[in-house]
């Protein structure tokens, strides 16, 4: 199995790289490319079973959107094959039509999601996240500038269902976005060491279904008093 990174050396906020790593970790006979801003992606010449990006400063946003911008046929192709993509935190608006700045302005995105995403710099969103993947409970953590909004054809699936927190923007049920197996998310976490279920499902997609989590007890304790945490409703949502 090969596992890429994708501009590792600008997607290293709120812990989301450990995301990749330990998938790595699970599967420790897999190969782990990490590809830089300035390198030809390894998913281009060669074929790579998982595809990972996470949170990043919004000028490097810009940087990744227009690094990827000559791979969109690829990743289009790749998204058809079912490639498993993920992408955590803001790399999730990357993949819109656009990103909209306070001033009205645009930034032109890659244009997979049906779905653009509005900036309010002095307005960062915090909270906790609790939603549903399927039959899974998904726990987590937001803290953005951007919410998601939907263009005018509602055509692109969520990925969560949202029980308590911000769903795509404040007062929607739908979070992220899904499409074959490239979903995306703006939970935090990082997001598969805090949904060991979760990450049991994302591993199914790669045929792996025997594997050890590493310190799976303890993530499954941590896992389990987090979501009665988050289910009180003594708990706070925002902070």
């Given at each position: 199995?090969?596992?890429?990174?994708?501009?590792?050396?600008?997607?290293?906020?709120?812990?989301?790289?450990?995301?990749?790593?330990?998938?790595?970790?699970?599967?420790?006979?897999?190969?782990?490319?990490k590809t830089s801003l300035k390198s030809r992606p390894a998913f281009i010449d060669k074929t790579v079973?998982?595809?990972?990006?996470?949170?990043?400063?919004?000028?490097?946003?810009t940087l990744a959107i227009e690094a990827l911008k000559q791979y969109h046929k690829k990743l289009l192709?790749?998204?058809?094959?079912?490639?498993?993509?993920?992408?955590?935190?803001?790399?999730?608006?990357?993949?819109?039509?656009?990103?909209?700045?306070?001033?009205?302005?645009?930034?032109?995105?890659?244009?997979?999601?049906?779905?653009?995403?509005?900036?309010?710099?002095?307005?960062?969103?915090?909270?906790?996240?609790?939603?549903?993947?399927?039959?899974?409970?998904?726990?987590?953590?937001?803290?953005?500038?951007?919410?998601?909004?939907?263009?005018?054809?509602?055509?692109?699936?969520?990925?969560?269902?949202?029980?308590?927190?911000?769903?795509?923007?404040?007062?929607?049920?739908?979070?992220?976005?899904?499409?074959?197996?490239?979903?995306?998310?703006?939970?935090?976490?990082?997001?598969?060491?805090?949904?060991?279920?979760?990450?049991?499902?994302?591993?199914?997609?790669?045929?792996?279904?025997?594997?050890?989590?590493?310190?799976?007890?303890?993530?499954?304790?941590?896992?389990?008093?987090?979501?009665?945490?988050?289910?009180?409703?003594?708990?706070?949502?925002?902070?």
């Amino acid at each position: 199995m090969i596992i890429e990174v994708l501009y590792p050396e600008l997607c290293n906020l709120y812990g989301d790289a450990m995301n990749a790593e330990y998938l790595y970790r699970a599967v420790p006979e897999s190969e782990l490319i990490k590809t830089s801003l300035k390198s030809r992606p390894a998913f281009i010449d060669k074929t790579v079973d998982f595809i990972y990006l996470g949170s990043m400063t919004e000028e490097g946003q810009t940087l990744a959107i227009e690094a990827l911008k000559q791979y969109h046929k690829k990743l289009l192709e790749l998204i058809e094959n079912k490639t498993l993509i993920l992408a955590t935190g803001n790399a999730m608006e990357l993949f819109g039509t656009h990103i909209e700045n306070e001033d009205g302005s645009f930034i032109e995105a890659l244009n997979i999601f049906n779905l653009h995403s509005k900036r309010q710099m002095m307005n960062r969103y915090s909270s906790i996240y609790l939603g549903t993947f399927e039959a899974i409970d998904i726990v987590g953590f937001k803290s953005q500038f951007a919410h998601i909004y939907d263009n005018d054809n509602k055509d692109t699936p969520a990925l969560f269902e949202t029980i308590r927190g911000a769903g795509r923007k404040p007062g929607e049920k739908e979070e992220g976005a899904r499409i074959n197996n490239f979903i995306a998310t703006s939970v935090l976490g990082p997001l598969l060491i805090l949904n060991p279920p979760f990450t049991r499902y994302l591993l199914s997609l790669l045929n792996v279904h025997s594997c050890a989590l590493p310190y799976e007890n303890e993530i499954l304790t941590a896992y389990n008093a987090r979501l009665s945490e988050f289910k009180d409703p003594k708990t706070g949502v925002e902070y």
